[in-house]
C-alpha cells in the first residue's frame, strides 16, 4: 500500500503515526509526504516537516504563499511519479482542501482525516469538498450529522473517534493542591503570541496566592525551536516575569497529560489541547488570540457566535452559549483577566468541583465507538478494496 501523507502540524503527525501504525499491522505500507517524528518512525522520508508548514489565522497564511505554490508543485510531482495509492491528508485545511483537486486532477483518491471547522465557519466549503475528497474521516460526535444535514450526498462520511482518546491514558486524575499547568500552543507562532501573557498572568496569580507552583510541558514540535529556546531563557521578552517566577516555574519535556494529571488547574491555548485536558479532567481557562487582522476577518465574515474550545464543544453542541470553562479571546485574553478567571477556581472550590465533574465525562462522550486509530485504518482499507473491487 502506497500513500501520500500530509500531515502539516505537530498534532496531526501524533495522529498520522498511530493510525499508519495500525495500517501496518494489516498491511505493508510505503509512505511519502509531510510529516514529523511520529511519521519517520513509520518510514516516512518527509519533504516538509510540520515545524516548517506552522500557520496560524488568515493573515499569517497569506506571507507564505510563494512556499506554499512551490510546496503544491513538489508534491504534485511526486504524487505523480509514485502513484500512490490514495493521498491521507489530516486537519490543515487551508493547504489541504487546494491540494485535493490538484491531486484528484492526477487520478490519485484523497481521504482526508479529520474534519475541517466547516461547521463553525465558511460552511461553503462543504461544496469544494464534495468535489474532491473520496472520504472524509471526522473524530467529533456531532460532524457526522451535521455533514448528513448540510454536504452534498455525494460526500462519503466516517465518524470514527478522536484519537486523542488513545493518546491520554485513562490514569485517575490526582491534582495537587496548588500546581497550574501552562499550555501556549504547539506552533512557534502560538508561542510567541501567548507565552508573554501566560507568564505575566502566572506572575499576578502568585503574588495573589504565593504557594502556587507552574508546569509548562514544552509540546515536542517545540524542543528544538531557537524561537522557544529564546521565549523561555533570561535574555528573552519574557525575562522579567520568568525571573520573578523563579523556581515556582518548571519547563519540562513530558507529554502533558503526565504533568495535567497532577495540577489543580490548566491555562490552556485554545484547540486540541483543551480536549487532551478535558479528558484528563482538569479545570482549565481556555486562553487564544490571533493577529488583528485575522480577527477583524473572523469578525466581519463569520457569523458563529457559539463556543469555540473543543472542550466546550463536546459538552454543550454547536452554537450553544453554554461554557464548561470559561474562554478568553483577544482582547479578553489579557494577563489580568486570565489570573482573574484562573484564581476563580481558587477561590471557589464548587466551581471547582462542578467543572472537573462535568468533564469526567468528555471520555465517555468520546467513547462509544471502539478504538479510534483502529476505525479510521479500517475505513481506509475497505474504501481500497472496495475501489479494487471496481
Not at 75 to 97: G, S, T, V, W
Amino acid at each position: 500500500m502506497k500513500i501520500l501523507v500530509v500531515a502539516g502540524e505537530a498534532s496531526a503527525d501524533i495522529h498520522a503515526g498511530h493510525v499508519i501504525a495500525k495500517l501496518q499491522e494489516q498491511r505493508e505500507v510505503q509512505l511519502f509526504g509531510i510529516g514529523g517524528t511520529h511519521l519517520v518512525h513509520c518510514g516516512l522520508q518527509p519533504i516538509k516537516t510540520p515545524r516548517e508548514m506552522a500557520v496560524v489565522g488568515l493573515s499569517e497564511a497569506l506571507k507564505k504563499i510563494p512556499q506554499t505554490l512551490s510546496l503544491f508543485r513538489e508534491l504534485e510531482a511526486i504524487a505523480a511519479r509514485e502513484k500512490p495509492d490514495f493521498a491521507l491528508l489530516l486537519d490543515l485545511p487551508d493547504f489541504n482542501l487546494r491540494l485535493a483537486p490538484r491531486l484528484k486532477r492526477l487520478g490519485i483518491p484523497v481521504i482526508y482525516y479529520i474534519s475541517p471547522q466547516v461547521w463553525a465557519w465558511r460552511s461553503k466549503r462543504v461544496k469544494h469538498m464534495a468535489k474532491c475528497l473520496d472520504l472524509l474521516l471526522t473524530i467529533l460526535p456531532f460532524e457526522k450529522p451535521w455533514y448528513e444535514k448540510n454536504a452534498p450526498s455525494s460526500l462519503p462520511v466516517e465518524y470514527v473517534g478522536h484519537p486523542v482518546l488513545e493518546e491520554v491514558p485513562a490514569f485517575p486524575y490526582e491534582p495537587k493542591e496548588l500546581q497550574v499547568a501552562l499550555l501556549p500552543g504547539s506552533r512557534e507562532s502560538e508561542l510567541e503570541r501567548l507565552l508573554p501573557s501566560f507568564l505575566e498572568a502566572a506572575v499576578l496569580m502568585k503574588r495573589a496566592r504565593p504557594n502556587l507552583t507552574f508546569v509548562l510541558p514544552l509540546a515536542e514540535s517545540l524542543r528544538t525551536s531557537a524561537l522557544a529556546r529564546r521565549a523561555l531563557s533570561l535574555e528573552g521578552p519574557s525575562a522579567a516575569f520568568l525571573k520573578e517566577l523563579g523556581d515556582s516555574l518548571a519547563v519540562l519535556e513530558k507529554p502533558s497529560h503526565e504533568l495535567l494529571r497532577a495540577s489543580k488547574l490548566a491555562i490552556v491555548a485554545s484547540g486540541t489541547a483543551t480536549l487532551e485536558t478535558a479528558i484528563v479532567g482538569v479545570p482549565m481557562v481556555v486562553v487564544y488570540k490571533v493577529s488583528p487582522s485575522t480577527a477583524f476577518l473572523f469578525r466581519h465574515l463569520v457569523g458563529y457566535s457559539g463556543a469555540i474550545a473543543m472542550a466546550n464543544l463536546v459538552h454543550t453542541g454547536l452554537g450553544s452559549v453554554e461554557r464548561v470553562v470559561p474562554e478568553l479571546l483577544q482582547e479578553s485574553a489579557n494577563p489580568a483577566n486570565i489570573a482573574k478567571t484562573a484564581l476563580e477556581f481558587f477561590e471557589n472550590q464548587v466551581l471547582w468541583l462542578q467543572t472537573k465533574d462535568r468533564l469526567a465525562q468528555t471520555r465517555s462522550i468520546l467513547s462509544g465507538t471502539g478504538s479510534p486509530t483502529k476505525n479510521a485504518a479500517d475505513a481506509m482499507i475497505r474504501f481500497l478494496e472496495k475501489r479494487l473491487a471496481k
